[in-house]
């Protein structure tokens, strides 16, 4: 190994020996120097950021090159190397009055101005999440405050954007969708196999990004980019080395992390780890008793035993753990031509389902054991992007990527000897070639992406006390079963004018599914397979109008698309108290119409507001509803009389509502942002839609100089009310407050935050704060678990 490691310094060392010439970024005002600036050329293949003392190498560009500079708090500037050098090298940055990142990725998978793309599109940069140091993937998308996150268990988080959630949201990571054949209409927790502290930048696309993503991006996009193993830029090489050691004490949380950057001329190559580990969670003091854990199950030799619990705040067999390992080699033999070998890897430990910990049935706990096994998620993607500047492209970028995921379910009652464990595994195959094509003022991109999912499903008994094992119904059919797509799209971006610009863009989907019954001996279904091929047309057309210099009005209509899966077509498992869903082999897919306006306006140097409304309206929705098994509407389930559902097409849906966020800058250092998001929806039955989120948003009071930012915040969550709440969520009495009718709902919350951080010196940076200052005991609607109370974090980061 030490040999492997020492040839690999010396390859990358031989490749990065070039003459020294070295910048420095400084404010324009204070003539301090800026960290994390992104530093780069026309085609980035030469990338990076300068160092804490504002710092950067550039003897790698070329004479001729443009060289950019990016921060998310200053102006952009783009200057040519004989600029540079009749500055000294010294590059002085303007502070920008507003935060706002001005360029994006998502919209069609090339860099775009913000200011010229019709879609609502928010970013993540690295710099916040570093100081906002979320424990998990999902709270990184929380701290957006445009994205309502569930949580079933300390374990999860699902996201949930304007009204939709799970398999109508899309995940991409560095290009490669991770929605698999198993995303499931019910809350789901695959985000959090991403490794929050090796993400480099995150942007979420607000509603159907079908032309270019294909199916399930209905609700919206969360497109995660992950950290760039960096080439030297100078005589040396690239080391970088970033490290991490953070503590909470909400659930005694103690992660490490460490990333290394290995950079030649050439070659490069980054590695990284963080491990996690959560203990039980502890929920606010203050607030609704019905929240409390006033009692808990233990398996006690051959019998469960019902236990009180001395502290009822905290809420016991929650805790966890995870480990992340992140490698990437990157090989650019020239300026035109770069090759990126990447691999991301999660596994997690046994995740309690703490919601149905909780649950009882007939005044008596349920469940003596709940938990999902290890969650674990490799990712292996290949990604090629060539600028040859031809007839028919300037650019191309091909990914090739292979996912394996792993989870299980594991179910015991109260009382019972009787283990039931379902196994599930998926194996995901991509290839997506992207194409971009500039031809006077409009900018052309296509692209064709083939998909195909393979999924095993496996369950059997198990007998804790002697260790048989015997037969028992998979969640997916036990054969073979079988999830392929294939795709083709091409838009346009054309500038009428300086201040008009016009996006569109068509795509096709073609997708199959096959499904194989071998045992059907459990439920006796009058079919042994199951058949669906769909095909799919969606498009998009929009326009920006630049109408002044300080304001820009956008509109955007779109449609988007979902195929059934293996999930919605084939699978059979309890869904709530009492009910059971059955496979339907009659599904069909679900389309989106989807319509934005917005409005953004710049006031006096001082004041930045951004206005988004929006409808979507979905048509042949699969939703839950009641059904029939063999002429029954009921069957006998695990042991339980068990009304029957099924995944149908069902008439339609309408999710509406808006979006606005404020920026308030008065004097430099200090700003004042806010974001509020209000959704509402219901079907053609007036029926609510089933992931419509309350009302909520979050504000912020920051201060920030070179060497300190201090930030006090406010999270605040409307009621939701009985009437407003899903039937799915009305049955789930365990985990509601009760109203004055003895009805379940969802009561308002809000919280007082703080955070703070301090640079000490060039390569140390030690952040702290305290969430939910006032310990107040809340559950996020559709959460079974209730959030944290009070909250201190500690945090030391290592730059080198």
């Known amino acids: 190994m030490r040999k492997i490691v020492l040839s690999l310094i010396i390859i990358i060392g031989v490749s990065g020996v070039l003459p020294a010439q070295t910048i420095k970024v400084i404010d324009s005002e204070d003539r301090k120097p800026i960290r994390d600036v992104a530093v780069f050329n026309e085609s980035k293949t030469r990338f990076g950021y300068t160092d804490l003392s504002g710092e950067f190498r550039i003897d790698a560009f070329r004479d001729n090159a443009m060289v950019h500079f990016q921060h998310p708090s200053y102006e952009n500037t783009v200057l040519s190397m004989d600029q540079l050098e009749e500055m000294d090298y010294s590059v002085i940055l303007r502070y920008k009055t507003f935060e706002i990142d001005e360029f994006v990725v998502s919209a069609n998978r090339w860099e775009q101005d913000r200011d010229e793309v019709p879609n609502k599109i928010t970013p993540i940069s690295k710099a916040t999440a570093e100081f906002a140091n979320p424990q998990t993937a999902a709270d990184l998308l929380g701290i957006s405050g445009e994205v309502y996150v569930q949580k079933s268990q300390l374990g999860g988080g699902s996201p949930m954007i304007r009204g939709f959630a799970t398999h109508r949201v899309l995940l991409v990571v560095d290009g490669v969708r991770m929605n698999n054949a198993i995303f499931r209409e019910g809350n789901l927790q695959n985000v959090i196999s991403l490794d929050a502290n090796m993400i480099a930048n995150t942007e979420i696309i607000f509603g159907p990004g079908a032309v270019v993503y294909g199916s399930d991006a209905i609700g919206g996009v969360m497109d995660f980019h992950s950290k760039k193993a960096l080439l030297s830029t100078g005589d040396k090489i690239n080391l970088k080395v970033n490290a991490l050691g953070r503590t909470s004490s909400a659930n005694n949380e103690r992660t490490g992390h460490v990333d290394i950057n290995l950079g030649g001329s050439k070659i490069a190559f980054m590695a990284g780890y963080t491990y996690s580990d959560f203990d039980d969670l502890r929920m606010g003091s203050r607030g609704n008793d019905e929240y409390i854990r006033n009692e808990y199950q233990v398996w006690e030799g051959s019998v469960d035993a019902v236990h009180p619990n001395t502290d009822p705040d905290i809420q016991l067999f929650s805790g966890y753990s995870q480990h992340n390992i992140t490698a990437k080699l990157r090989f650019q033999p020239t300026d035109k031509l770069s090759i990126h070998l990447i691999n991301h890897t999660g596994i997690s430990s046994d995740i309690p389902r703490y919601d149905r910990l909780i649950q009882y049935k007939d005044d008596v706990l349920k469940y003596g054991d709940w938990y999902y096994g290890p969650q674990e998620w490799m990712m292996n993607n290949l990604t090629v992007k060539w600028s040859p500047g031809n007839a028919f492209f300037d650019v191309m970028k091909a990914v090739a990527a292979r996912q394996d995921f792993a989870e299980s379910r594991h179910d015991r009652k109260l009382n019972s000897t009787m283990m039931r464990e379902r196994y599930e595994q998926v194996i995901a195959w991509s290839l997506g070639v992207d194409f971009e094509k500039e031809i006077d003022e409009k900018l052309l991109f296509y692209g064709l992406e083939a998909v195909t999912n393979d999924v095993n499903s496996t369950a059997e008994g198990r007998d804790i006390i002697t260790g048989e094992t015997y037969p028992e119904?998979?969640?997916?059919?036990?054969?073979?079963?079988?999830?392929?797509?294939?795709?083709?799209?091409?838009?346009?971006?054309?500038?009428?004018?300086?201040?008009?610009?016009?996006?569109?863009?068509?795509?096709?989907?073609?997708?199959?599914?096959?499904?194989?019954?071998?045992?059907?001996?459990?439920?006796?279904?009058?079919?042994?397979?199951?058949?669906?091929?769909?095909?799919?047309?969606?498009?998009?057309?929009?326009?920006?109008?630049?109408?002044?210099?300080?304001?820009?009005?956008?509109?955007?209509?779109?449609?988007?698309?979902?195929?059934?899966?293996?999930?919605?077509?084939?699978?059979?498992?309890?869904?709530?108290?009492?009910?059971?869903?059955?496979?339907?082999?009659?599904?069909?897919?679900?389309?989106?119409?989807?319509?934005?306006?917005?409005?953004?306006?710049?006031?006096?140097?001082?004041?930045?507001?951004?206005l988004t409304g929006f409808i979507t309206c979905l048509d042949n929705a699969m939703v839950r509803r009641e059904y029939s098994f063999d002429g029954n509407d009921s069957i006998l389930y695990q042991g339980e009389m068990s009304q029957v559902l099924a995944i149908v097409n069902a008439g339609s849906a309408t999710v509406y509502g808006g979006q606005m966020s404020l920026q308030f800058s008065p004097v430099r250092n200090f700003r004042i942002k806010s974001h509020l998001n209000l959704t509402r929806g219901r079907d053609n039955e007036g029926v609510p839609f089933r992931h419509v989120p309350p009302t909520y948003g979050i504000t912020h009071v920051i201060y920030e100089n070179k060497t300190i930012k201090i930030d006090l915040y406010a999270r605040y969550n409307g009621e939701m009310s009985y009437e407003d709440m899903a039937p799915s969520e009305v049955g789930k009495t365990h985990m509601y407050a009760t109203d004055g009718n003895g009805n379940p709902y969802s009561p308002s919350w809000h919280t007082f935050n703080l955070k703070a951080s301090y640079q000490m010196g060039n390569i140390a940076f030690i952040d702290a704060g305290v969430e939910n200052i006032f310990d107040q005991r809340y559950r996020p609607y559709a959460s079974g678990i209730a959030a944290p109370g009070r909250n201190f974090l500690l945090a030391l980061r290592l730059k080198i």
Do not use: C
Not at 534 to 549: D, F, H, K, P, R
Not at 577 to 591: C, H
């Open 473 to 610: 119904s998979s969640r997916y059919p036990d054969g073979d079963n079988r999830y392929n797509t294939l795709s083709a799209y091409a838009g346009m971006k054309y500038s009428l004018s300086d201040k008009f610009f016009i996006n569109g863009g068509l795509r096709y989907n073609y997708t199959t599914l096959h499904s194989d019954f071998i045992d059907n001996s459990f439920f006796n279904f009058p079919f042994d397979e199951i058949n669906i091929s769909n095909g799919a047309l969606t498009g998009s057309i929009g326009g920006v109008w630049q109408a002044g210099e300080k304001t820009k009005l956008s509109m955007n209509a779109s449609t988007g698309f979902r195929a059934p899966n293996i999930d919605d077509a084939a699978k059979v498992f309890d869904s709530e108290p009492g009910s059971v869903v059955v496979p339907n082999p009659d599904l069909s897919s679900e389309y989106a119409y989807n319509l934005d306006i917005g409005f953004t306006r710049d006031l006096f140097d001082m004041f930045h507001f951004e």
